[in-house]
């Protein structure tokens, strides 16, 4: 359990007046996680994306810590990189501090242009954090498919058509991924529940070794929400249990959100345009069956989670 | 022969991969971050047995892809660590992306490449297509004839490399020289580690009480200011890379400058090449003095960035050059080299010379002392008025036909 109180007595790591959306859920994340890290030293990288263009516009930046860009593909090898260095100068005496290191993926980045190096990275065993904001599809360059796309949501690569319903295919669950990589520590989280992520991310700084946070990141123009429903949509996901919020540590899997009534995931389709074609009569078949996948997943967790 | 230049130093017998590493043991990078490819893979295995023995202090990164080799390399060198790697062929291909990066982003990254052919089809003998297809990255290439070169390089390219702050790799033609074995005359790791000094970066990642943005979007307001700076620091390279070889010469005697001249000071023909078909090239100029006719050498040592300025000043005397590229660039025109060495002499205004272009030993193809005098004697003959220079690529010990 995270103290505000505390929290508020540490100056912001990521500031305003960055150039994302208003109703964007990767700057609450950006915010959030560096908030998380108190006063200990950080470096951060990120993939090409949302976020690393919206806050870094020559000359300005939004970070007040080190941060590194270099390429889309690439977060978690760079950021290996500068874990390398950082366990070179140190054992050499010419670091002091213990700085902790952070990196940023967006779906994209993450599932599936960087996935080799993400894999490689937590396989040689880095110090590192490694947070995938995870807004379900290639937003910065206008919301195309990506692996992280769940199946039937429109986006312009997989629109909806007259002989299609969106994506056709389902998306890869990438956190049971990083959990077959055996590292130390894999989270699932979402924006509007600052408690639950940023436990996650202390927790996850403190462990030795590689560790992975997937955020479930709302995205107002893909989504396609009201800007003032980031926070309602993205706990809809947790509540409907189709974006559950868990840990697994220890091989122990823990459920960290469970709702008091599980809602019907239709409450959570219904205020997204990405998915309003499944509200036609003609495809309430469709409906049923994205409800019964997320009731068969969600009964697998409980059961990993017993 | 390779002979005792520094009184300190001692001849050894090594392969062009052993020397590499021997090199960067030396060197002694705070980071290396490098995969396995033929036939650059030894260096990186070398290089590991030293990590495992405790030999040096290096962070060693076993990635998974070159494209992450070279991206660690960046990003530790960022971090304010000596970084190098190694590589090859599709090694560098898969890397290209990154290479503009570390020298956009200005990191001293070093790097030992073994010059080998591309796909398709796949083949693992030397050619120089795959430095050649990096050569507008922003990175200074330095080539080398034989191991001595090769290892005297590597230890100038750190110095010109955090001096020029630009990304520099060193290259040994694959088998060839990476694979053969030679007398190399090497120097006490104390005056290896003397010349190239401590890496002291301005500016650096892990510097936490000056933490910076690095690698931000640059737009239309300043992105060109920004690849103008690179350019201008290739430019301003130039005397950085010979100083660095005054230096150099002053403490371990061996002389290095931008290009080597063989015999062509009275030279009427020539050769311009590079890598290590100059020591071939370099037997059939003495025998051709021997016959009396007037044969010389050109080899160039550093690639980019290119002495465009000077090179055809020093050879404004000679009737007939033939440029010899070890990559094809499927242009339409001409082999990267003979437009290099063609922009040189139409800037210094030095238009008698009359300069053929031949493409040889792609795929590691065999190029002989006899196919050297062959060329010899076609310049020869251009020189003497029997034939006319021709227009087009030759293609050197080619089969054409479905022979």
Known sequence: ?306 | MIKIMYPKGKLVTKTGNEIMAEAMRQIEPDVVAAYPITPATEIMQIFSQFVSDGTVKTEYVAVESEHSAMSATIAASAAGARAMTGTSSQGLCLMWEMLYIASGLRLPVVMAEVNRALSAPINIHSDHSDTMGARDSGWIQIYSENSQEAYDNMIQAIRIAELAKLPTLVTTDGFIISHCMEVVEVYPDDDVKEFIGDYKPDRYLLDIKRPYTLGSITLQDYYFEHRYQLAKAMIDAKCIILDVAKSFKKKFGRKYDFYETYMLDDAEIAIIIMGSTSGTVKVVVDELREKGIKAGLLKIRIYRPFPVDQIAKDLAHLKVIAVMDRADSCSGSFAPLYLDIISSFYVSEILNVKIVNYIYGLGGREISTAHIFDIYKTLDKIALGLEKPFKQVEYVNLRKTNE
């Open chain 1, 1 to 306: 359990m995270v103290n505000l109180r505390e929290l508020s007595k540490y100056p912001e790591r990521f500031t305003g007046g960055h150039r994302l959306c208003a109703g964007c859920g990767a700057g609450i994340v950006a915010r959030q996680v560096m908030i998380s890290t108190c006063d200990i030293p950080v470096v951060v990288t990120s993939a090409t994306g949302c976020l690393e263009v919206s806050t870094t516009i020559f000359p300005y930046t939004a970070w007040k810590n080190s941060f590194f860009h270099s390429a889309f593909e690439n977060s978690a090898a760079t950021c290996s990189g500068i874990e390398a260095a950082y366990k070179s100068l140190k054992l050499q005496g010419k670091i002091k501090e213990n700085i902790k290191f952070i990196a940023f993926g967006g779906d994209g980045g993450t599932y599936d242009i960087g996935l080799q190096s993400l894999s490689g990275a937590m396989e040689r065993g880095h110090k590192m954090l490694y947070i995938c904001y995870n807004n379900e599809a290639y937003m910065n360059t206008g919301i195309q498919r990506s692996g992280a796309t769940p199946k039937w949501a429109h986006t312009t690569t997989a629109p909806v058509g007259k002989m299609c319903h969106g994506k056709r295919e389902n998306k890869k669950d990438l956190t049971q991924i990083m959990i077959a990589h055996d590292i130390p520590y894999v989270a699932q989280t979402y924006v509007g529940n600052w408690n639950d992520l940023i436990s996650k991310v202390q927790k996850a700084l403190s462990i030795e070794g590689p560790s992975f946070i997937n955020v479930l990141t709302p995205c107002r123009l893909g989504w396609n929400y009201k800007t003032d429903n980031i926070m309602t949509v993205s706990r809809l996901a947790v509540d409907t249990c189709i974006w559950p919020s868990f840990e697994f540590e220890n091989n122990i899997y823990k459920i960290n959100v469970i709702p008091i009534k599980k809602k019907p995931v239709v409450e959570f389709l219904r205020i997204q345009g990405r998915f309003k074609h499944l509200f036609k009569p003609e495809n309430i078949h469709i409906l049923e069956s994205i409800q019964r996948r997320v009731d068969n997943k969600w009964e697998l967790l409980k059961r990993k989670a017993s």
